[in-house]
């Protein structure tokens, strides 16, 4: 004859089963969020360029100045 669980057995089992599975909706809850969440877009190197350019038109310096700092003088 198979014993039986006791209330107090049934209940931590629930408990149990209740906290795994909220965990598991915490973590979709999460993979939701970043799915709706903005993408943040990669800059092209154009666009880079171009803010080296007004960078070092803003600091007074020509590109050619910036070009030798960065060692990329052809």
Do not use: Y
């Not at 039986?4 to 999460?30: C, N, P, Y």
């Not at 969440?37 to 092209?44: D, G, M, S």
């Not at 171009?50 to 590109?63: D, R, T």
């Amino acid at each position: 004859m198979a014993s039986r669980k006791t209330k107090e057995e049934r209940l931590a089992l629930i408990e149990q089963k209740i906290g795994f599975h909220k965990s598991r909706i915490d973590k979709l809850e999460d993979q939701k969020k970043a799915l709706l969440a903005p993408r943040l877009k990669k800059k092209t190197k154009a666009e880079t360029l171009n803010e080296i350019a007004k960078a070092a038109k803003a600091s007074g310096k020509s590109l050619d100045e910036v070009l030798d700092m960065l060692k990329v003088k052809e």
